[in-house]
Nanobody, 124 residues
Framework: QVQVVASGGGLVHAGDSLRVSCAAS????????MGWFRQAPGKDREFVAA????????YVADSVKGRFTISRDNAKNTVYLQMNSLKPEDTAVYYC?????????????????WGQGTQVTVSS
């Protein structure tokens, strides 16, 4: 069983920074990637970033590249999403998830375990 818990969301102003965390526990983490997705009201869930546990390879969506950074702490089984220069359009519920298939890290269907989501609201 894998448990995934996201935290760190909140209300910030445009231009501010925020870091959200995702703690994972359970088996097969060493063969998985962790991903962040977000979903704004009335929109589909979209990929934000992902990182592989073993290699540390990162993948970042073009929409946030240069502003968001994903990192990991293997000892804590925790993944972080550092968000800088936040914009109102970054407002969404941010979900973290554990990849459980060999599919692309960019697709939500590649992830089998999801956290509860954390709200990030950016005011203008």
């Amino acid at each position: 069983q894998v448990q995934v818990v996201a935290s760190g969301g909140g209300l910030v102003h445009a231009g501010d920074s925020l870091r959200v965390s995702c703690a994972a526990s359970g088996r097969t983490l060493s063969r998985s990637a962790m991903g962040w997705f977000r979903q704004a009201p009335g929109k589909d869930r979209e990929f934000v970033a992902a990182i592989r546990w073993t290699t540390g390879s990162t993948y970042v969506a073009d929409s946030v590249k240069g502003r968001f950074t994903i990192s990991r702490d293997n000892a804590k089984n925790t993944v972080y999403l550092q968000m800088n220069s936040l914009k109102p359009e970054d407002t969404a519920v941010y979900y973290c998830a554990v990849q459980t298939t060999s599919g692309s890290v960019y697709y939500a269907r590649s992830y089998g375990f999801w956290g509860q989501g954390t709200q990030v609201t950016v005011s203008s």
